[in-house]
């Protein structure tokens, strides 16, 4: 158990829309980021917040955002969704440090 | 740019020792990760080396850095069938924020009774 939680644990939706999903860090963790894992590859990067702000980002389009919370909380959202999105998505939290901390990851499908 | 290769697959009998092979190619690592993951499930962090390392061993894992050829390699002792899942090796950049770990494509690692 890394305390690390993700909601939903599956999501359908379709092309088009608009998805947020939601991660706790462990309290303590001021750093969270965000991979996405497509069937059979490795996670991407996303994205880091650190203290509430954008920390470092991949290459992925703006319409993938982010905001952390003061209560070790923090969400992706994605608008416009393309099938090509259908993937794991992963959040993992820190101090900052060397050691990283990952969720079981929200499963989400694009129809 | 960055990139981390693995092999696809690996397959040793229950018992053996498992090696699991990662090369990389930006020498400006600061980190190198072992993370595992089982079927439907996140990552779990098994170790990780800092880039000044020649090798770090804990229980059963032994890891193995070699910053001249930038390899990297994973050694399971005494593999147990629960050690079957997909091993990842992943990279820290230097001045990157540590939360950008470059990821390898994965290591199926299958274990026979």
């Known amino acids: 158990e890394t305390g690390v939680t993700q909601s939903p644990t599956h999501l359908i939706k379709t092309r088009g829309q608009q998805v947020t999903l939601r991660c706790s860090s462990q309290?303590?963790?001021?750093?969270v980021s965000w991979y996405q894992q497509a069937l059979g590859q490795g996670p991407q990067f996303i994205f880091q917040y650190y203290r509430e702000e954008e920390n470092g980002r991949g290459n992925f389009p703006p319409r993938f955002s982010g905001l952390q919370f003061p209560n070790y909380s923090s969400e992706l959202n994605v608008n416009a969704l393309e099938l090509d999105d259908s993937a794991l998505y992963l959040c993992?939290?820190?101090?900052?440090?060397?050691?990283?901390?990952f969720g079981p990851g929200t499963r989400l499908t694009v129809t | 740019g960055e990139d981390v290769e693995q092999s696809l697959f690996l397959s040793v009998r229950e018992g053996d020792s498992s090696v699991i092979n990662c090369t990389y190619t930006d020498s400006s690592s600061t980190y190198l990760y072992w993370y595992k993951q089982e079927p439907g499930a996140g990552l779990q962090l098994l170790t990780y080396?800092?880039?000044?390392?020649d090798m770090k061993q804990d229980q059963r894992l032994t890891v193995l850095l070699n910053k001249k050829d930038k390899h990297l390699s994973l050694r399971i002792a005494d593999t147990q069938t629960g050690d079957s899942a997909i091993y990842f090796c992943a990279e820290a950049l230097y001045g990157g924020s540590q939360g950008n770990l470059i990821f390898g494509k994965g290591t199926k690692l299958s274990v026979k009774p």
């Open positions: 993992a939290s820190g101090t900052g440090d060397s050691e990283q901390y």
């Open positions: 309290s303590g963790h001021n750093t």
């Open positions: 080396i800092f880039s000044n390392m």
